[in-house]
């Protein structure tokens, strides 16, 4: 059972571009969660996503950051316009169902880099 | 508030036992987590606790929680080189599904 996966695993953006992280769940997990780990510091929470459905986005950046869960395919992190702050680590973490009493499953990070 | 609250380094001996300390403020916290972040890499769950517990007892980890000071340890039963990393409380909050991390603790075993 492969565990969450995540593309790509660095990317490199200049300001003013686009960057689009990929997070597939573990096989039969439906709900989804990005956090972003700035250097030396915790992660921190962003968005809880089910499918087709944002539920908690209470951590999102108000602007040109989005997140999507589609019904197919992977739930994708989209930051618009990137700027030198974002560069941080990403990471995803997917649960069979939501409630506190599930075990998150990290995947391995997206590292962005922002030039 | 949400603040979870850990000591930034450990130096330990190889072979010692290691204590990492988490603190919180928030009462209302259900399930409390440690994963351990290795350099690179993503984060691996160590174990968890619910908040009902005040002891879990897995191989060489024993976590501890005490309720009435907000006070949550992972003790390492013969610390191991394998075992430098950095390792991370985190929480869930009633109601809620989001984890609430602390600031980390950096583990190092010297030999």
């Known amino acids: 059972n492969a565990g969450v996966m995540q593309n790509p695993r660095h990317l490199v953006r200049r300001r003013g571009q686009e960057a689009r992280l990929r997070c597939s769940p573990m096989?039969?997990?439906?709900?989804v969660y990005w956090y972003r780990q700035l250097p030396e510091e915790g992660l921190k929470f962003m968005v809880y996503?089910?499918?087709?459905?944002?539920?908690?986005e209470s951590g999102m950046p108000k602007e040109r950051f989005s997140a999507e869960f589609p019904k197919e395919g992977p739930s994708i992190l989209r930051i618009q316009q990137v700027v030198r702050g974002d560069s941080a680590a990403y990471f995803c973490?997917?649960?069979?169902?939501?409630?506190?009493?599930?075990?998150?499953?990290f995947g391995p990070g997206t590292r962005l880099l922002v030039l | 508030g949400e603040d979870v609250e850990q000591s930034l380094f450990l130096s330990v001996r190889e072979g010692d036992s290691s204590v990492i300390n988490c603190t919180y403020t928030?009462?209302?916290?259900?399930?409390l987590y440690w994963y351990k972040q290795e350099p690179g890499a993503g984060l691996q769950l160590l174990t968890y606790?619910?908040?009902?517990?005040d002891m879990k007892q897995d191989q060489r980890l024993t976590v501890l929680l005490n309720k009435k000071d907000k006070h949550l340890s992972l003790r390492i039963a013969d610390t191991q080189t394998g075992d430098s990393a950095i390792y991370f409380c985190?929480?869930?909050?009633?109601?809620?599904?989001?984890?609430?991390f602390g600031t980390g603790t950096r583990l190092q075993v010297f030999p």
């Open positions: 973490a997917s649960s069979a169902t939501g409630g506190a009493r599930e075990t998150q499953y």
């Open positions: 928030d009462s209302s916290s259900t399930y």
């Open positions: 606790i619910f908040s009902n517990m």
């Open positions: 985190a929480r869930t909050i009633y109601n809620t599904d989001k984890l609430i």
């Open positions: 096989k039969g997990h439906s709900h």
């Open positions: 996503l089910q499918k087709e459905n944002i539920i908690d």
